[in-house]
C-alpha cells in the first residue's frame, strides 16, 4: 500500500554555488542517481550570476573558443563544460547538476531545498523565496555560523525555517570542500530531527516542547513564533524520513550520521573557530602538541557548556564529543585551517591578527575573530565571561588585553 | 584536630628513571617543596644502575674532568650534575631529587610509589619490592598500557595493585615527556579512587562491588583477588585525598584533572596507538585532513566501546571523550607520534609497517602494532571483532589481509 501511496519523487535544488555548493551539488546529484525512486534525476543549483572566461591554466582554455576569449555567463559555463571553473576548478560535475540563475524558477516545486549560501546572504535570499517555494518543503542548511548579539543567538537553519515557514535541518562536518570534490574520504553531521506533520498525522502541532522551538535559545528578548503552522508533506511523496535524508547526502567517500540536535550542529561549526585561534596561538609560541592537544579539549567543553547553558537539553554533550560536527571539525581545524594559520602566523610575525588578515587574506575577514566577538559580547551581558575562560582569552588576546603566554593561568581549572 | 593528627610527611619514590619518570621526578619534586606539610622534601628517585660518560656536545663536558673521560655510574652523575645525561639531557633536575640505585632503600618508608618503567619491567621490579615497602602505601602507574591476551585483560595499575597489595591508581595524558621537561604547557588526567580504607575506616572492605575490583574483566578467565585487605593510612599522617594526590603532580604547566576511572584511562593510553596507526595509514594515502579526523573520531568511539564492554560501567564515556588521557592524548598521537609516522611512511614507501620499524627504529618494536595484535587476539577469541570494525581494519592491514584505501568501506556504518 505504501509503494502505491508514493507517487511521486523530490525534487532537490541546492541554493549556492561556491566551493562549498558546488561539491555539495556533486554529491548530491550522484545520490539522486542512485535512487532515482526517491528523487527526481535534475539537481538545480542556484547560482548567483556572474561573467567569467576561462583562465589560461584551465584545461578547458581552447583561443579558438568564445568562453576563452570573451566573459561568460557563469551558469553557461557550467551547463556547457560541467564544471564550476571560477569556484570548484578541474572536478566535473556529474550531467544531472543544472546550473540556473533564476532563483524562484530554480526551487519551483522542490520538496527539498539545501542552503549553501555565505552567512551574509541567507536573510535575504530567502526573502526572495518567499512565495516561491511549496510550502511542505523542507530545508538543510549547510552554512556554518550562528548569529550571536547582545541579545541572543540565532541558528542560521532557524533563521531559514522562520523565514521560509518550513522545517529547516543542519549539515557541518569536518568537510574541507576540496577533499570531499576530489572523492577523499570524510564524514559529516546531519541534524534531522522534524516535528511529527506528515501526512500521517495531519493536524501539525507545533507545541512549545517540539524540537523546533526547543532550538530557541531562552535567553533571546523576543522568543520566536511561527506565522503559521507546518505544513505536512503530501502522502504521493515519499516520506522524508530520517533515512531518506541521509540517502540524500551519504556517499562511500562521505559518511553521514543522523542526530537530533540541530543546535549543536550548528554551534560546533561556529564556536571551532575560536578553539583554531587558541590552537594557533600556542603553537605559534612553539608549545608543542602536548599544548595543542590541551587548549582543543578545554574547548570542545566549552562548546559543550555553552550549548547546554543557552540551548538547554535538547544540546547532547556527543554531538561535541563524539560527532563529526564537534570533536572532528575542532581537529580538522586545528590542524591546518585558516584561522589556525593566521593566529599561528600573528605570534610568530608579531604583528596583530587583523594585520595578519590585512596583508595575507586581501582583506577577507576570519570567521574566529568575529565570532570570538560576538560570543564574548553575549557572555558580557549575561555576566557569564568566567564560565568561558578558553573562549574569553581569545577575545582579550584578540583585545591585546592579555599575552598568549597566559593562556595556561586563565584557563586553569580553580578547584 | 585535623592538623594535630598529621605530624608525619608523606615520603615519595619514583620508581623509574627513563625520559618519562626523570620528567616526573622533576615536578614532583618541585611539588614536595611547594608543600612541605604534606610531603617529605627529599624526593627518592631508583635508577636502573648503568654506565655513563658525559658526551663531548654536553654542557657538562669537561675533558679536564673524570665525568667526562671514564665510565661512571648513572647514579653518580645524577646527583652531581643534577642532570640525566642519558635519558633527559640539557633538563637541570630540582636539588631534592635523589637518584638511588637500590631499589630496598629507594622505597624504604615511602607511602606514596610512582611506577614510570617500561611495561616488560613491572612484573620484575614488583617482585622485588615484595616486603620492602610499606603495607599503606599507594601507587600511582605512569607506564601506558594494558596487557591484553585470549585470556582477558590486565591493567597495568592493577597489576602493581596486585602483586603489592596496595591500591593503585593511573596517570595518562597527551604527554610527550620531552615538552614537559621544559615546561611547555600540558594536561594529564590522574584516575585515582581507593575504595574506603584510611584510618576513619579502620575495616577497610574490598567488596566485588568496590572500585578496585570493578576493574577486572569481567571476560578474564580467573577473576583476581587481593591475597588480604587493603592497609588503611595512619592517622599521623595527611589523607592521601584526591586533593592531596593533585598538589603532588598539578604544576602551573602541568595541569591535573583527577577522575575515577581506572580502566578508562589506562585503556586509553593503550588503544591511542591502534587509532594512530589508521591516521598514519590514511594521510600516507594522502587524504588529507577530513580523513585524518574521521578515523580519529571513529576511533575514539571504539575506544568508549571497548571499555564499556570488557570493564562495565565503571568506565565512563567521557574519560574517552572530554579528558586528556582520551581525546587529547589520540590527537597528540596523531599529529606527529612514532605510530602515526611509521604508518604514514610506510604508505609512502610502499614498505611494510615491520620493515619500518626495522629501518627506522633501529630494530624498537612499536607499541601500536603488539596492541593491534593483541586487541585483535582478544576480541576474536570473544567473537566481537566486527563490533570494532576499525580496530579490526588495522590489524588486517598489518596482516595484509585488506588495503588500507579499504579503510572507509570497512568503517562505513552499517545502519
Known sequence: MATLAAQKQHKVTIVGSGNWGTTMSKLVAENVQANPHLFQQTVQMWVYEEECIIPKGSRHYD????????????????NTLHENIKYLPGITLPSNVVANPDLPAAVKDSTILVFVLPHQFIPRVCDQLVGHIVPFARGICCTKGVDVSEKGIRLMSEAIGMRLNIYCGALSGANIASEIAQEKYSETTVAYDPPPMDSRHPTPKVSPSSSQVDLISPSRVNPSSRSAPLIPLPSDYPPLSRENIRKLFHRPYFHVRIVDDVAGVSLGGALKNIIALAAGYVDGLGWG???????????????????????????????????????ADVITSCMGGRNFRCAKRSIETGKSIYEIEETELNGQKLQGTSTAHEVHTFLKSQGLEAEYPLFTAVYDILEGNVKPEQIPELIEPKD
Chains 1, 2 share one sequence.
Open 63 to 78: 583561443p579558438s573558443s568564445d568562453m576563452s576569449t570573451k566573459p561568460q555567463k557563469l551558469s553557461h559555463v557550467i
Open 289 to 327: 602538541d602536548n599544548a595543542k592537544a590541551a587548549v582543543m579539549r578545554v574547548g570542545i567543553l566549552e562548546m559543550v557548556r555553552f550549548g547546554k547553558a543557552f540551548f538547554g537539553d535538547s544540546v547532547k554533550t556527543g554531538t561535541f564529543t563524539e560527532e563529526s560536527c564537534g570533536v
